[in-house]
Structure formats: C-alpha cells, structure tokens
C-alpha cells in the first residue's frame, strides 16, 4: 500500500502525539477542524498538521484515516467517514484506534467496509508519544502490516493478527486491568477520606502494599481531565467482559466513578492546564471535598 497522506481524527492529547510521530517520517498529516474546538485547533496548529476543514474532504484527500478520539464518538465517526467515502467513490483505508469493544469494532467494521472502504482495527496502548514517552499501537486485520509504514522510534507498531477486532481485544484487557485499578484505588481513597480513616489507612498500605499505594497515587494527578473519556471506555470494557460471559457491572461501577470526577473542576481541566504541582494525595483530597459538598 502506498501512503502520502494521514488524516487523523482528532488532533486532542493522543491523537496530537501520534500525529507528530507520523508526520516527523515525512508524510503530510490532515485533520478536519471544522466544528472543532480551539483547544483542538490549537493543538493542530502546534503539531503542523494539515486543516481541510471536513470530513468530507479528509477522506477525498488521505490514503488512509485514523480516528483517535472519544471512544463514545467513533461510531459516529464511522458514520461520517463512510458518507464521505460514498460521495467520493474512494477506497481509502480507515483504522478505527479507539478504546472500543470487539462488538463495536465489527459494527464500524461493517459501516466503513459498505461505504466501500478498507477497515483495520487498533489499539494504542500506551502514553501519549511526546518528549521521551514510546506508545504502542496494536493492529490486526487483513494486510494490517501496512501501517507498519508509519512506526517510528515513538510510535510502535505492533500487528497482532489478521482477524478484525483482536487488537481492541487486547486494548480491552490492558485497560480494565489499568484505568480499573485506578477507578477502584480512587474510589476507596475518597471513601477512606470521608470516613475520617485515611490516616490510618496509608500507614496499613505502607506496612503491607506501598507499591501498589504509590503506583496509583502516581497516576491521579493526569487522570481528572482524561476522566470524561474513560467513562465510554469503562463502558465499552464492562459490553466487552460481557460478550465474554463475565459480568459486565464492576466497569459500569468504574463508570460512575469516571462520570463523578469529570464532573468536577478538577474533571474541567485539560491536561495543559491542570495544576501540574498536585500530586495524588492532593488529588483525593479534593476530590472527596467536591463530592461532600454536593
């Protein structure tokens, strides 16, 4: 396959970095900003991406398409790519890179393939790739070893199979193991606040399990501003565990729990403006402050 042109949607934390790896091995990278917020546009600026405005013209003018964005927004995507694809008569290549369940892949699967595209399925595992940070993006599907054209030093990719949906499988795991050990850490940390134990609680964990105390108190002080999107994410984990046969409400409780914090100021901020001096304690602290005031 050959590829020039990467659109990508869209230019927010993740999508920003991986469109900087992609276009730093020299290809021209779009985006479509119409509708789009002035973060957005702000961050598109700051990484050269290329604005054509629409989705419509994204897709006329790329070879191939990312979306990285809200999981909650990908069937929608799908949707909007797919109108494009028919209305330009081009069969280009989408690859679906979101936090979805295998269930929800096979449907935007069908969505782009009926449009007359080509589908990959993605997973990015991994932080965002900025400064000295690596990620991981996992593909499979049928001739998902051309997206190896984009891997770089920051970027690697990893092709998991030929079959549809394997690589979000595998999203699906790490990211219950990961942001549902957060949601678990952070939702008994405010409890213990509230109960007035959680003094004594951090001398037990540092008794018997400060690796595991210090792990989740290095994650919170990035997690409020990601919040609003975990929440689809633990939902299209918990629709995932249950195609699986295992009970899909622990992650609709993990749901809650990402549902209340976004809801927050803290939950308001950005990851470029957050109070970057907080650290996890702080972050427990206040947020069990905002939920004994409401």
């Known amino acids: 396959m050959q590829i020039e042109k990467v659109g990508l949607m869209t230019p927010g934390d993740m999508g920003q970095?991986?469109?900087?790896?992609?276009?730093?091995?020299?290809?021209?990278?779009?985006t479509a900003l119409d509708q789009r917020s002035e973060r957005s546009r702000a961050l598109a600026?700051?990484?050269g991406l290329t604005d054509v405005g629409t989705v419509a013209r994204l897709v006329a003018e790329c070879d191939v398409v990312l979306s990285v964005m809200n999981p909650g927004a990908a069937l929608d995507?799908?949707?909007?790519?797919?109108?494009?694809l028919r209305a330009c008569g081009r069969?280009?290549?989408i690859v679906d890179c979101n936090a979805i369940a295998p269930d929800t892949v096979h449907e935007i699967a069908g969505v782009v393939e009926r449009a007359g595209g080509r589908f990959l399925d993605g997973?990015?595992?991994?932080?965002?790739?900025?400064?000295?940070?690596?990620?991981?993006?996992?593909?499979?599907?049928?001739?998902?070893?051309?997206?190896?054209?984009?891997?770089?030093?920051?970027?690697?990719?990893?092709?998991?199979?030929?079959?549809?949906?394997?690589?979000?499988?595998?999203?699906?795991?790490?990211?219950?193991l990961n942001k549902g050990t957060q949601a678990l850490w952070l939702e008994?940390?405010?409890?213990?606040?509230?109960?007035?134990?959680?003094?004594?609680?951090?001398?037990q964990l540092r008794q018997s399990r400060a690796d595991l105390y210090d792990w989740a108190l290095g994650q919170?002080?990035?997690?409020?501003?990601?919040?609003?999107?975990?929440?689809?994410?633990?939902?299209?984990?918990?629709?995932?565990?249950?195609?699986?046969g295992i009970t899909p409400k622990v992650f609709q409780g993990a749901a809650d729990i990402y549902q209340f914090v976004a809801g927050t100021a803290l939950g308001k901020e950005t990851p470029e403006t957050r109070d970057k001096t907080r650290g996890g304690k702080d972050i427990v602290r206040l947020l069990a402050q905002e939920r004994s005031r409401s």
């Open 17 to 30: 970095a991986v469109a900087m790896q992609i276009k730093a091995k020299g290809y021209t990278v779009c």
């Open 45 to 47: 600026r700051e990484a």
């Open 77 to 84: 995507f799908a949707r909007d790519a797919a109108a494009a």
């Open 91 to 93: 069969h280009i290549l």
């Open 123 to 176: 997973g990015i595992i991994g932080p965002p790739p900025r400064g000295k940070a690596k990620t991981n993006l996992y593909v499979s599907g049928p001739g998902a070893v051309d997206l190896e054209a984009l891997a770089g030093p920051q970027l690697v990719v990893r092709v998991v199979s030929e079959r549809i949906a394997d690589a979000s499988a595998l999203k699906m795991c790490y990211g219950a």
């Open 188 to 203: 008994v940390l405010i409890a213990a606040q509230r109960l007035g134990v959680d003094g004594l609680l951090e001398a």
């Open 220 to 244: 919170f002080p990035i997690l409020p501003p990601k919040a609003y999107r975990w929440v689809p994410e633990m939902l299209e984990i918990s629709k995932t565990l249950g195609a699986a």
